[in-house]
């Protein structure tokens, strides 16, 4: 009892923080919780010493007299809200100076707004955070997240608590969120996703034994009680909660002076017992396929499977508990915040199982359980559409034995990736992406598909080739990134994507690639709002001749970009890896008739912009930037450093590509000038506009021009501290011949 002491006072102690009061086994409310938590406003901030972002240059000053932010109208103008065509507005001169209330309506009305946010890592020290980004006020719907349902990645996210889609990124269990993730765009993911890829992560809490048992218990009772929770928990008679704890599943150690009746000790004790090292742990990514746990119903297996159901069964106590409807919603998020991962995995798998199986029955051993899964024919539509939209070369052939296997009832025989799928027993994360391709596979008879056993979310970054028709390629990997504006991305996966000639007629290949050369830092992610401000730098007024209405020529394509070959090149000294091999990656193009080849060598990201509304916008002239046409980006090679360090070459090149629009002012320290590649056309042009940011090492903005302007799409990258923009237009696109 002496070891156990202190464990149990530090649970009981995470409780109390999180509850506050405890009467009677409810959860009393201490105080309300901020509505602003998270939102992004509108309100124009500067640092504490009064000086804007070192990553944006100070406001050049006004030479106009100053004028005061309270005259509302000082040029006496009506203005009626429509979008902008021409700057000066109609009625407006360039000399003009616009309040702070005339500005805002001018220039930032349907404008997104960029906030940033720094959160502490629970029982972790100040060196540890997790950043994130959110978006708002562009006065409509759309934002840049893919639409889960058609991008088919439901599975791979999980709210910590609750039901429903969360609102904020940092409520998901799988952290970068891939609730707000996927980008909007194939090959993309949000600025959220970008901020959280520079979160300092700790290296996960090694649990200490809290000394505290759990009952023995064979398979009838384990699945006994299963079987009671799918009505619910008891928490209406708590007599009766009690006594089916602590009479079937644990001891209580107080139970002759001061039994544990009370949910917060009933919690407690629930985490202490989980806590114990010999429960497998779902934090591991190679355990997180948990029907690998229970595939197998062999008596060789027997303490296996009943490990795990064991150990389910206490975690779908716990969590009942924790989201009982006797708790206030505050009070659950903030124990779940508290809880260590490892438990919350547990949890993650409770949720799973209870919202997508029903027990049929059960017996002594595992053969004799029969279960049935909710989700079954969902994944079966979900798997066929996924076929479909892939052009998978065998498709009849695995469409007839997909139909063949339900008939039978043999869907979750055929390997552990097909019962997790069909089950819907998934654990958010990178898993889901695999376990739909392996079960597509699994399902192929064709003896070609033997060659792609080894896919695994231990290896994101890769692909593959089948029957020499096209390749596939996982959204991790940087080929897929790349190519992706010419494919489809779906469950995770781009493609189908052109064949190489570098890989067998079917293959693994796995690609390697360098870390991108910039990350974003937390005072980045602090001072993300000022740095994006559509209006620049707080001031008494606003003169009209410091903001420039921007109009790319979506008229004048390029048509001479065509991609020639994918190439793959095996990687020295790395053939004695076990598992697929490795190769580096590179494309070629054609570009009015001469070739290019480009190396993805960096793993960037994509960011799918923001949309705006009310568009076009005006332009802060302090947001500089440089056009240029798809065709001429690979004549740029020394972007990104300051001008002084520029190639004479380079400059020349940049200069004879077209240049900016307008004559524009050059600092030597200019190493914030974003690049804006115009990629409308064909989408090859796109393609090259990616290749060459993986070939020198720019993560950049993706902006389709009729959902967000060119200034707004200029704007998010400096909120992501990018110098890249790539400018398309989906319908422009669509009208060109590839």
Not at 246 to 264: E, I
Not at 327 to 350: S, T
Not at 551 to 578: A, K, W, Y
Request: aromatic fraction near 8%.
């Amino acid at each position: 009892m002496a070891e156990t002491e202190p464990k149990k006072r530090f649970w009981s102690g995470l409780f109390r923080s999180a509850s506050k009061n405890v009467q009677g086994g409810k959860l009393s409310k201490e105080q309300p919780r901020r509505a602003s938590e998270g939102d992004v406003t509108s309100s124009r901030q500067t640092n504490d010493d009064g000086s804007q972002s070192s990553r944006r240059r100070p406001r050049r000053s006004n030479p106009g007299t100053a004028k005061g932010k309270g005259r509302e109208d000082p040029s006496s103008h009506t203005y009626e809200p429509t979008a902008l065509s021409e700057w000066p507005p109609l009625g407006f001169s360039s000399q003009e100076e616009l309040s702070l209330g005339r500005a805002m309506e001018l220039i930032s009305r349907g404008v997104p707004a960029f906030k940033g946010h720094q959160r502490p890592i629970p029982h972790r020290s100040d060196h540890y955070y997790s950043l994130y980004a959110t978006a708002a006020g562009n006065r409509g719907d759309d934002t840049d997240v893919a639409n889960q349902h058609d991008a088919m990645t439901q599975l791979t996210t999980l709210q910590i608590y609750g039901a429903g889609p969360p609102a904020y990124p940092w409520q998901t269990l799988e952290q970068p969120s891939l609730a707000f993730g996927y980008g909007a765009r194939p090959g993309t993911v949000t600025l959220n996703h970008w901020a959280s890829l520079s979160s300092e992560i700790p290296p996960m809490i090694e649990l200490r034994d809290s000394g505290m048992i759990s009952r023995d218990v064979d398979l009838v009772q384990i699945f006994e009680r299963l079987k009671e929770l799918e009505g619910g928990l008891e928490d209406d008679n708590e007599d009766l909660m009690y006594r089916n704890l602590y009479k079937r599943l644990l001891k209580d150690p107080d139970r002759p002076f001061s039994p544990h009746k009370t949910m917060d000790k009933q919690i407690t004790d629930l985490i202490m017992v989980l806590s114990r090292p010999d429960w497998i742990d779902f934090t591991i990514p190679k355990h997180q396929i948990v029907t690998r746990f229970i595939f197998d119903t062999g008596r060789a297996s027997h303490e296996q499977y009943l490990k795990f159901f064991h150990q389910l069964l206490l975690s779908l106590e716990l969590d009942l508990r924790i989201n009982s409807n006797l708790h206030d919603d505050w009070a659950k998020e903030k124990l779940m915040g508290q809880i260590p991962p490892r438990i919350q995995w547990n949890l993650a798998v409770a949720r799973r199982w209870r919202g997508n199986v029903r027990i049929e029955a059960y017996g002594k051993t595992a053969d004799q359980v029969r279960l049935r899964f909710k989700l079954r024919k969902r994944q079966i539509k979900m798997l066929k559409r996924f076929a479909q939209m892939m052009k998978w070369p065998n498709l009849n052939q695995t469409l007839e034995a997909l139909k063949q296997r339900e008939a039978e009832g043999s869907l979750l025989d055929v390997s552990s990736h097909t019962m997790a799928f069909f089950s819907g027993i998934v654990l958010p994360g990178p898993v889901f992406p695999f376990l739909i391709m392996n079960t597509l596979v699994d399902i192929d008879p064709d003896k070609a598909t033997d060659n792609l056993a080894l896919l695994t979310h231990l290896n994101p970054m890769c692909g593959f080739q089948y029957r020499n028709s096209y390749t596939y390629w996982s959204r991790a990997s940087i080929v897929g990134k790349v190519l992706a504006p010419t494919c489809k991305e779906v469950a995770g996966w781009i493609g189908p994507a052109r064949p190489t000639v570098d890989l067998g007629r079917s293959q693994i290949a796995r690609i390697r690639s360098r870390k991108p050369r910039h990350h974003i830092t937390p005072e980045d992610v602090a001072s993300m709002s000022e740095r994006s401000d559509p209006l620049g730098p707080p001031s008494e007024v606003y003169p009209v001749k410091e903001y420039e209405l921007l109009t790319p020529d979506t008229d004048d394509l390029v048509d001479t970009v065509r991609i020639e070959m994918l190439n793959l090149t095996n990687v020295p000294g790395r053939h004695s890896d076990i598992g697929p091999k490795w190769f580096d990656a590179s494309i070629q193009f054609a570009i009015d008739g001469v070739s290019w080849p480009l190396r993805l060598m960096h793993d960037v990201s994509f960011i799918s912009a923001w949309p705006c509304s009310d568009g076009p916008h005006p332009l802060f002239f302090d947001y500089v930037y440089t056009p240029v046409k798809a065709d001429k980006v690979v004549n740029i090679r020394d972007w990104g450093r300051p001008i002084g360090e520029r190639s004479t070459q380079s400059l020349a090149t940049l200069v004879g590509s077209g240049g900016p629009a307008k004559p524009v002012d050059v600092d030597d320290d200019d190493a914030e000038r974003v690049l804006v590649v115009e990629a409308f056309g064909v989408r090859d042009n796109e393609v090259l506009a990616r290749a060459w940011c993986s070939h020198w090492g720019f993560s950049a903005v993706v902006a389709d021009v009729r959902k967000t302007c060119m200034a707004c799409a200029i704007r998010e990258a400096y909120a992501a501290t990018l110098t890249v923009v790539i400018l398309v237009e989906d319908h422009k696109r669509d009208r060109t011949h590839e």
